[in-house]
């Protein structure tokens, strides 16, 4: 369960402040879904920075089930972030020179996963999202959907406690996106994932049970009836 | 997965790969080169050295220079004139120590004595000058008008008139040089720096006898062989052996006892060098001012002294090697290391995204840069492969062109007798004022070469590295997630 409590975030831009993150309260439900939206620049990629331990609030507390990340020393929030919190950003982010099994693989090295076994929960979870066949295919080789799969087993094979997906579906045509997105959904529900996800696409947004708009860095929250 | 990530960036960024250990490549093969001719350049005066005064010696001890000799201790050769028409030849000739200067032969014991001092043996340097051939006396033609007293008075006796027409000389000099060596110490001296190839060298029990060992060059031009005959002063000497120097020219003509070369310089119990080996190379300065401090009088010369009196091309293209040659190989090696950092570190930036997804999966900074060390050092391993490649080419045509360098010995140091510059460490045959050898420079490449190459491989490597990891260990995964967007 995530609890932000007045998270605060300024970067400065030569003389200028720009407050990214201005006094955001949220609170986050394990299994819960949340869906992010709001204008480029208003600080929608901030806020999933402080959920996923990538970045510390100017101010504030990001409290993740009871520890309060803003406080963490960096080793402590690495290890955060390999054991409990899965990326999938909206370029792929995968390693070009390393095959989808490899890249999936990534993901369980700081976790001292054993090579062999490393290789078995890659193949497995490349499985899990259509790409069993697909194994030591490098990222050039594969569409941008298929690169988004396999960056989607790459943040579910260690099995984490969040999800948190940067427009997942912002590189994608549209029948790619309902791919996309048809798999990100089953895995919510199959997984029991707490998962909280930034789109610009409206019809994704309207799917959502709880919808978070960010402007100037200020957060309204309300809850979908309609998903 | 370090290795197979490693092995596949590697791989990917092949171009880039081959620039970072091409630069590495050049300046490890310039120090091979550098350092293998060098050595070659170390060998090459080895050899000179070791010409002047054999294996083993560590330094000579000859007198103290002093006042050049007077007249009277010249040599002189007289001939009565012939009869006109007497074919009969004459020959005398003068045997003179080598530079007028010698040492008591207890000399040789008082070195021995020093610490520090091995060996010592005394030899005694001889030149032979034998002038031979026919001298007839000129005729007097007297005119015709008598003669006048050369007082002019009255009454002084009338000389006659005339003038001496024909006679004169016709004579030859042979000029050789003669080492006494001490023939019961047969390891130390310059006689070790030349094969016996024909007959062999003394015995210990020749301390006295009337036998000689011949240099090579001088037994082909006299036509001498084992078993020939020698006159020197008077005094017939066997040729027992024939000696040919390991490099350049031999110390000396012919090598006899030391006693008997005593008795033909009239120098009873007087050496002119005495021979040291200490008991440790490193010790050789102490043992140096040991003997000067202990033994008054002397002039020591050790083979660092020597060298110092190495002039011509050998001397030049050595300072040239341990000059020029070794700060160009530093500062290409620099310029190699900070170009293959920057390079390195300018992949970091290009990677930025790639490590950032790594760090927000979970990698530990450590691992990052040990990931960004590790493609480094290979670069710098295969730098140092193809700089070995290319440094043992470069030693090998070296090697194989062996440009041949002149080395001028004793130019002007030292007075007669003493020090380099009259001969001190060169024995008999190196009393000249400068003597020219010339010698084959090659370039051997030491095992410590290579592995000073390797070693230069992975540091440069390490550099490379270094500034690649510097920057990935500061990339904060929030910052290189966002530069993308």
């Known amino acids: 369960m995530y609890e932000l409590r007045g998270v605060t975030k300024r970067y400065t831009r030569g003389k200028d402040t720009v407050h990214a993150l201005d006094g955001v309260d949220l609170t986050i439900a394990d299994g819960d879904r949340l869906v992010i939206q709001g204008p480029t620049g208003g600080g929608k990629s901030t806020l999933l920075q402080m959920l996923g331990a990538l970045d510390r609030p100017s101010s504030g507390e990001v409290v993740l ?6 406080k963490l020393p960096e080793a402590r929030l690495t290890r955060v972030r390999s054991e409990s919190i899965g990326f999938v950003f909206q370029s792929f982010n995968l390693i070009p020179t390393l095959t989808a099994q490899e890249n999936v693989e990534t993901a369980l090295v700081p976790l001292g996963v054993k090579a062999k076994e490393r290789r078995e929960k890659a193949a497995e979870a490349l499985t899990s999202v259509g790409l069993g066949e697909r194994l030591g295919h490098l990222p050039g080789e594969m569409s941008g959907g298929q690169q988004q799969r396999v960056a989607i087993a790459r943040a579910l094979v260690k ?11 912002g590189n994608l045509d549209e ?42 860095g200020r957060i309204t929250v309300k809850e979908n009836a309609e998903a | 997965m370090f290795f197979t990530y490693l092995r596949r960036e590697l791989r990917r960024r092949r171009k880039a790969a081959l620039v970072v250990a091409s630069g590495l490549a050049l300046g490890i093969a310039l120090v091979i080169v550098v350092d293998s001719v060098s050595s070659g350049m170390g060998r090459a005066q080895d050899k000179v050295l070791q010409s002047l005064y054999g294996l083993g010696t560590d330094m000579t001890v000859t007198k103290a220079a002093s006042p050049t000799p007077s007249t009277s201790d010249r040599p002189r050769f007289r001939f009565d004139a012939q009869e006109d028409g007497s074919e009969e030849e004459q020959s005398t000739d003068r045997v003179m120590v080598q530079g007028f200067q010698t040492l008591a032969g207890t000399t040789v014991g008082k070195v021995a004595g020093q610490d520090g001092v091995a ?53 030859d000099v042979n000029s050789y040089s003669v080492y006494g060596t001490d023939v019961t110490e047969p390891a130390l001296g310059p006689l070790t720096s030349s094969a016996i190839t024909s007959g062999r060298t003394f015995k210990e029990s020749e301390a006295d006898a009337k036998v000689a060992v011949a240099d090579s060059a001088y037994a082909k031009e006299k036509k001498l062989r084992t078993g020939s005959t020698v006159t020197i002063k008077g005094t017939k000497f066997e040729v027992v052996g024939i000696a040919t120097a390991d490099s350049g020219d031999a110390a000396a003509n012919l090598y006899i006892p030391l006693k008997q070369a005593q008795t033909l310089g009239d120098a009873k119990d007087k050496v002119t060098t005495i021979y040291v080996k200490a008991t440790d190379s490193q010790r050789i300065d102490g043992v140096k001012s040991a003997i000067q401090k202990n033994v008054p009088g002397t002039t020591v010369t050790t083979s660092a002294d020597l060298a110092d009196t190495v002039s011509g091309s050998l ?20 310029a190699a290391f900070l170009v293959a950092g920057l390079l390195t570190s300018s992949a970091v930036s290009r990677r930025v995204r790639e490590f950032g997804t790594l760090k927000a999966l979970g990698w530990r900074s450590g691992r990052v840069t040990r990931q960004v060390v590790g493609e480094a050092v290979v670069n710098g391993l295969v730098g140092g492969v193809l700089g070995i490649a290319l440094g043992l080419a470069g030693a090998y045509v070296v090697t194989a062109v062996s440009p041949t360098l002149q080395a001028q010995l004793g130019g002007g140091t030292g007075g007669p007798g003493g020090g380099f510059g009259g001969g001190g460490m060169g024995g ?25 190459a390797v070693g230069l491989a992975v540091a440069g490597g390490l550099v490379a590295g270094g500034f690649g990891g510097w920057r990935a260990s500061r990339l904060r995964p929030a910052d290189a997630l966002r530069r993308v967007e």
């Open chain 1, 65 to 70: 089930d009871g520890t309060d990340l803003a």
């Open chain 1, 159 to 169: 099995q984490p406690k969040v999800l948190l997906a940067d427009e997942p579906t």
């Open chain 1, 175 to 216: 029948s790619m996106r309902d791919e996309i997105m048809d798999v990100l959904d089953r895995m919510w529900k199959e997984l029991g994932l707490t998962f909280v996800m930034v789109t610009h696409d409206s019809a994704i947004a309207r799917k959502a049970p709880r919808l978070a708009t960010i402007r100037k």
């Open chain 2, 119 to 171: 060996d010592a043996v005394g030899g005694l340097s001889l030149q032979v000058v034998k002038v031979s051939g026919q001298f007839t006396r000129g005729q007097f033609q007297q005119d015709g008008s008598g003669g006048q007293g050369q007082g002019g008075g009255p009454g002084a006796q009338q000389a006659p008139q005339g003038r001496v027409e024909g006679g004169g000389a016709d004579f």
């Open chain 2, 315 to 334: 001397s030049t293209a050595s300072s040239l090697a341990a000059g020029v040659g070794k700060w160009l190989s530093i500062v290409v090696l620099a």
């Open chain 2, 428 to 452: 008999p045959g190196r009393q000249a004022a400068a003597k020219t050898l010339d010698v084959a420079l090659t370039a051997p490449v030491s095992l410590t070469t290579i592995a000073l």
